[in-house]
């Protein structure tokens, strides 16, 4: 998530287009980074056998 808001915060108006294209991209990478390991920890959890 860290890396999602540092990317965020980093797009203002006065960047060049390929700066902004970088943080937006850090951005993405970030959120689907988030997605892909909080899946994991999902199915991980559910796999697990109960006590």
Same mark, same amino acid.
């Given at each position: 998530? !860290?890396? *999602?808001?540092?990317? $965020? $915060?980093?797009? /203002?108006? @006065?960047? !060049?287009?390929? !700066?902004?294209?970088?943080?937006?991209v850090?951005a !993405?990478?970030? *959120? $689907? @980074?988030?997605? &892909?390991? @909080?899946? &994991?920890?999902?199915? /991980?959890?559910?796999?697990?056998p109960?006590?």
């Amino acid at each position: 998530m !860290a890396l *999602v808001a540092v990317s $965020l $915060l980093w797009i /203002t108006q @006065g960047m !060049a287009s390929w !700066a902004t294209a970088l943080c937006g991209v850090g951005a !993405a990478v970030g *959120v $689907l @980074g988030a997605l &892909h390991f @909080g899946w &994991h920890y999902i199915r /991980t959890r559910r796999e697990s056998p109960s006590r």
